[in-house]
């Protein structure tokens, strides 16, 4: 295993997951529909990309991780509803910083949970990646707002937290099957949401809208979610948190070189923090790793 290798795939993951957003602006259609569709439509183009190569479904290593992969799956669905309803009820702000919650969560619980030893010269990374999220979302000038959207944003970081040690529990399964088995379970997970929230209401098509999901399917669910998983399952848990906060970090910047959206002072010092963090981490990997 080539823990090298997996860095830089999760890292390439969540680099592009933190442009979705600048693409969702241009889309006319309700977050949760495109989120059904992202699973859908990643889904399918994995399994056809295994068809390609020649690769066949190993049903047998699904049927020997079943429960964690079915788990894993809701979690993920019920991760993007409550953070849409998070954002619906709050300020994206924070409701992203109350997801974002996640990776700390994971390093708490993971020499309890996951038998992981905790790098304690990791943690003033994972601290400092933390504060920088704070700083990057603004938080303590645009105010909590309301308390039900913050419980909804901790209902999203809760299921990520599953969705991280399901992942450290599902072994002996390729990428691409773990990949596209959770992603359609996804989609059957929020389609009862999906269909409650837009009763009686009409979609608003157009080509554009249209193009941009198919976009978001195909390269930012189903080719980066192979990325995302792999790196999941094998990365240290300090490793996934540090370098998932690169994700807002990216989505910032396009919101700010695309968009033209202003980001002051602190928003630049938080971003600033979380590269910094990200980098530092990594190099004590490499160090680590040199010495074995």
Same mark, same amino acid.
């Given at each position: 295993m080539n823990l090298a290798t997996?860095?830089?795939?999760?890292?390439?993951? =969540? !680099? %592009?997951?933190?442009?979705?957003? *600048?693409?969702?602006?241009?889309?006319?259609?309700?977050?949760?529909? @495109? +989120?059904?569709?992202?699973?859908?439509?990643?889904?399918?183009?994995?399994?056809?990309?295994?068809?390609?190569?020649?690769q066949k479904i190993d049903f047998s290593s699904i049927r020997k991780n079943l429960k964690w992969l079915i788990l894993s799956g809701i979690m993920l669905g019920l991760n993007w509803v409550f953070l849409f309803a998070a954002y619906m009820e709050t300020t994206v702000?924070?409701?992203?910083?109350?997801?974002?919650?996640?990776?700390?969560? =994971? !390093? %708490?619980?993971?020499?309890?949970? *996951?038998?992981?030893?905790?790098?304690?010269?990791?943690?003033?990374? @994972? +601290?400092?990646?933390f504060v920088g999220i704070i700083l990057v979302s603004g938080v303590w000038h645009v105010g909590?707002?309301?308390?039900?959207?913050?419980f909804l944003g901790l209902a999203a970081a809760f299921c990520f937290v599953i969705i991280v040690i399901c992942n450290r529990k599902i072994s002996g399964i390729s990428a691409f099957d773990k990949a596209w088995f959770q992603l359609a379970l996804s989609s059957v997970t929020i389609l009862p949401y999906f269909l409650i929230k837009n009763r009686g209401i009409s979609l608003d098509w157009d080509v554009k809208s249209l193009l941009i999901v198919l976009l978001l399917g195909v390269f930012h669910t189903g080719f980066a979610y192979c990325l995302y998983f792999s790196g999941m399952g094998t990365l240290p848990v300090q490793t996934v948190a540090v370098l998932g906060y690169l994700e807002p970090v990216v989505s910032v910047l396009?919101?700010?070189?695309?968009?033209?959206?202003?980001?002051?002072?602190?928003?630049?010092?938080?971003?600033v923090l979380i590269i910094g963090a990200a980098v530092v981490s990594e190099l004590l990997s490499d160090k680590k790793e040199l010495k074995r």
């Open positions: 997996e860095r830089i795939k999760y890292v390439i993951a =969540v !680099i %592009i997951y933190g442009t979705i957003g *600048l693409f969702l602006r241009y889309v006319s259609l309700p977050s949760e529909f @495109v +989120a059904m569709c992202r699973g859908t439509i990643g889904a399918i183009f994995i399994i056809l990309y295994q068809r390609s190569k020649n702000a924070v409701a992203s910083l109350c997801n974002y919650m996640a990776p700390m969560i =994971v !390093i %708490i619980i993971a020499p309890a949970v *996951l038998r992981e030893k905790l790098e304690i010269k990791k943690l003033p990374c @994972v +601290a400092a990646a909590i707002g309301n308390i039900s959207g913050v396009c919101s700010v070189i695309f968009l033209h959206e202003y980001m002051d002072i602190f928003g630049w010092l938080g971003a």
